[in-house]
């Protein structure tokens, strides 16, 4: 593989980087060939990031240098990185979302105090890039207007526009159904065959498989397996990228349904702009199985979670639980839904589940900081908590299992497993849970899903949304489908497909087995 | 991957430490600059504040008024919320207290009047942030702008009640009649002078004592109750709070109410300890102060009395200067009191961000052998 006389498109060798005592990056060497399409894989936490920021010009190296095109480059800012020709899209757009597709590419590159010079140059630009690459788009159509794909698609040619020639995608199908991510892939291709060379940042093993030529596995900070795609596999990957064996599926038994246990009727949610977030949503849960609901991230599940749970108001609809009809007239806020005996693992553990400044026994009693339990006449009863705190981390191999450290400095998976087992060990009759597994790593997504698995036999009704189809196919008993704060399509798990969910998500399906989107 | 700490004595000593030796660095550039002798300066300074028995008394006096509006600064901002209205609710809070002394000194006895006082303090002072309060929390209108517009209306108010209300009629300044000595908060020299312990004709009263007791309250209510487990999450998180079913709007108005009667104590010790009658002015900036208190004390009880202590030094110490030597004005007493609230308030993290670095890099490397 190595050979000396091609330079490579862009070459690390030996990059270190340490934050505090973290070594984020550890060693790393990367060569990528010229026109290639190259994946690096790793968990959350492995120093993907971070070195793709180092590449960018984000973050200074602590030691180790860069190479492109065989020479060594000195990237100290992303200015740096842009003359040496590396251009980044980012997992979250850096688009001026009332601007048009025009105004967005030449911003940072207008081209002189007056624009009108500027404006031609970029329309003559754009419309030959355009061509050259086959990334048809309206110039003139404004940011905020255009479906996830297309503004994606901006992105890329706004590292095209500045003469990007290395283009480093960070996490780019986050936002895409798997119609649109195909869609991508297909782009990325032909970039290739003009030359571009392409490094992928993703923890989909999936797309690194349909899509690149080369992978790099990182895992705590290190490279630590370079292989030709077509040469490895998924279960490969998967324990290079943890460091042992995983299984990559569920075992569960047949879903046994009892009664109804919540259900919602035609439930709307206004948001504060008077944009309808939620649009006329009716659901059923029974105790003892799992609703999935599936969608594109943004398309009402995190209103839906908000709604049923409490934390905000409905405009319209009714919710009926536990014996009581909540409705806007007779709302009930989160405490007491609590009470009710519905339980909530939010989307965001960071935003919403932990307040990460606090210890973690304390974050540990968030919602039920008012029950008896903990408190005595005046003060709070430290004690109870802690020791409480204590037992569950033992039960639920939190790591490390100090209920005085601090919230934040336990990972992902730990921080994850410190909300599941608050809401959870409070034996409630619903569990709403979002994203379980979002940022926890592989090997503790194994263990969430099994509690998730033996909550649902032991007769709690469980919602759960996710955006990882993977997951919802693998946990759901019967699947909603979620677009544009509707629901959209609902089906039985053992019906759903990637190809049916996906399409479901874009709200293009119809019964008609020929039914591709137009 | 662990993750390093940075000794606690680093944040609490060093770091604060650190900016006041800056300040005072400066400010003795300033005196070289106008032709003083910095060091002769700072040892009256010193000598002023802590050096006999009655500057002493004088520094504790001070320092009174700076625990109590410290504290007021923190409880709110636990929440999440900055109260700049300290000075205002100051103002109010010796308005009841005042109230409560010439209602009652005729007829009751201190040990009636002294708690009568306290919760007039109280509820005056918490009366006057209810509504900035209110409106944050159910209008939206915030906190930082109608707090400190209350500042004014507050003085305003006073000077209407003071000239058309409450002025004496034997005297021809803006005062109210003297208390009768009933209605006088005890000073502490003639309770101390007994037991052997000097320090001097000082102003410094109960009302000291009563602000290290809100010290331990604020703690307990901050770190101990359930109440304070609400605050302190709507100060970090405030989605968390709305996730945990906690009432935002009602801990907001709770979290004012409280720090407007912390504030309002400076009235205990102004009015009722030292001026004996109601007039105008009294709060004196003690409520802005208040602020940078609270910013160097980094809003613990604890850091909050030392900072209190050193405020109070520097005002007395300060007004020692100005006398001792007649070319360093009061204004450029000002300066220096000034540059100390820039550098530990204002300027906190000029240092912090390095320092935590060197001991992070130093407790990683300690690891690694």
């Known amino acids: 593989m190595i050979n000396t006389t091609i330079p490579y498109a862009i070459e690390l060798r030996d990059i270190s980087k340490r934050f505090g005592t973290v070594q984020a990056n550890k060693d790393i060497c990367l060569q990528v060939p010229k026109g290639s399409i190259h994946g690096i894989i790793g968990e959350n936490g492995a120093g993907k990031s971070t070195l793709m920021s180092i590449i960018y010009g984000f973050y200074a190296a602590d030691t180790g240098h860069i190479e492109v095109d065989g020479e060594i480059v000195d990237i100290r800012t992303s200015q740096d990185a842009i003359n040496a020709g590396i251009g980044m899209v980012h997992q979250h757009f850096m688009l001026v979302e009332n601007f048009t597709v025009l105004e967005n590419v030449m911003l940072g590159a207008e081209g002189g105090a007056l624009l009108r010079k500027g404006v031609s140059k970029a329309r003559a630009e754009l419309k030959r890039l355009a061509s050259q690459y086959s990334l048809e788009i309206d110039v003139d159509a404004v940011v905020e207007e255009l479906p996830v794909g297309l503004q994606q698609r901006v992105e890329i040619l706004k590292a095209l526009y500045r003469g990007a020639r290395i283009l480093i995608l960070d996490e780019p199908t986050g936002v895409l159904t798997p119609q649109e991510a195909d869609h991508l892939f297909r782009i990325l291709h032909s970039l290739k065959e003009k030359g571009v060379t392409v490094l992928l940042i993703t923890h989909k093993l999936r797309e690194i498989l349909a899509s690149t030529d080369n992978v790099s596995v990182m895992r705590q900070g290190e490279m630590v397996a370079h292989r030709e795609t077509s040469k490895t596999n998924k279960e490969e990957l998967a324990e290079l990228m943890v460091g042992k064996k995983v299984r990559l599926t569920v075992n569960k038994e047949e879903a046994k349904p009892g009664k109804v246990v919540l259900s919602a009727k035609h439930l709307s949610q206004l948001d504060s702009q008077g944009v309808k977030r939620l649009k006329d949503v009716s659901l059923e849960l029974r105790a003892g199985e799992i609703l999935g609901v599936a969608g594109v991230s943004g398309n009402g599940q995190s209103e839906l979670l908000n709604v049923l749970s409490g934390i905000t108001v409905m405009s319209e609809g009714e919710i009926h639980f536990a014996g009581e009809v909540i409705s806007a007239s007779a709302p009930k806020n989160a405490a007491q839904m609590r009470d009710m005996g519905m339980a909530h693992v939010p989307e965001d553990r960071h935003k919403m589940g932990l307040v990460t400044g606090f210890e973690a026994y304390e974050s540990a009693i968030l919602g039920y900081h008012n029950s008896p339990v903990y408190n005595g006449k005046f003060l709070m009863n430290r004690k109870v908590m802690l020791d409480e705190c204590s037992e569950r981390m033992a039960a639920w191999d939190v790591r490390p299992p100090n209920p005085y450290l601090k919230t934040a400095n336990f990972s992902g998976g730990n921080q994850q497993k410190i909300v599941i087992a608050r809401e959870v060990e409070q034996n409630p009759d619903v569990l709403l849970i979002g994203q379980p597994t979002r940022g926890v790593d592989i090997g503790a997504i194994e263990n969430i899903h099994e509690q998730i698995v033996s909550l649902r036999d032991a007769g709690k009704a469980i919602l759960l949304v996710s955006v990882e189809l993977d997951e919802i196919m693998a946990l759901s008993d019967r699947i909603l489908v979620m677009f544009d704060g509707a629901v959209v399509g609902e089906l039985e798990a053992k019906d759903a497909n990637e190809r049916v969910l996906g399409l479901m998500m874009a709200n293009s399906y119809s019964d008609d087995p020929q039914g591709e989107p137009a | ?369």
């Open chain 2, 1 to 369: 991957m662990n993750q390093a700490k940075v000794p606690v004595w680093v944040n609490i000593a060093l770091i604060p430490l650190l900016n006041i030796t800056l300040a005072f660095v400066i400010s003795g550039l300033v005196i070289y600059a106008i032709g003083q002798n910095p060091i002769e300066a700072a040892g009256y300074m010193i000598y002023g504040a802590f050096g006999y028995s009655e500057g002493v008394g004088y520094t504790l006096y001070y320092a009174t008024n700076f625990i109590f509006t410290g504290l007021a600064v923190c409880v709110a901002f636990k929440a999440g919320l900055f109260n700049i209205g300290g000075e205002g609710q100051a103002y109010i809070g010796g308005l009841g207290v005042g109230l409560v002394c010439l209602a009652l000194d005729h007829s009751m006895p201190f040990i009636v009047i002294a708690p009568l006082a306290i919760i007039g303090a109280a509820v005056f002072g918490a009366a006057w942030a209810y509504v900035p309060a209110y409106l944050q929390a159910r209008r939206g209108s915030h906190i930082v702008i109608t707090t400190i517009m209350f500042n004014f209306i507050a003085s305003s108010l006073m000077v209407y009640l003071m000239v058309n209300w409450l002025k004496g009629t034997q005297n021809m300044s803006l005062n109210s009649r003297t208390f009768e000595q009933n209605a006088w908060m005890p000073y502490l020299h003639t309770l101390l002078t007994p037991l052997g312990i000097d320090i001097g004709d000082s102003p410094v009263n109960l009302s000291f004592f009563w602000a290290l007791l809100c010290c331990f309250g604020v703690w307990l209510l901050i770190w101990h109750t359930r109440w304070g487990y609400q605050l302190r999450t709507l100060g970090t998180n405030p989605t968390a709070a709305k996730y945990a079913g906690i009432d935002t709007a009602k801990v907001t108005i709770w979290v004012m109410l409280v720090s407007g009667a912390l504030a309002g104590f400076v009235g205990l010790n102004e009015i009722m300890g030292v001026n004996h009658s109601l007039l105008l002015n009294f709060a004196a900036g003690y409520g802005f102060t208040g602020i940078a208190v609270a910013l160097m004390g980094r809003n613990h009880p604890v850091g909050i009395f030392l900072a209190a202590i050193l405020f109070g030094a520097l005002y007395q110490g300060g007004a020692e200067v100005s006398f001792d030597m007649p070319q360093i004005t009061p204004d450029i007493v000002v300066v220096v009191q000034g540059l100390v609230i820039l550098f530990s308030g204002a300027l906190e993290h000029m240092f912090k961000d390095r320092i935590e670095g060197f001991f992070i890099r130093r407790a990683a490397a300690a690891q690694e052998k």
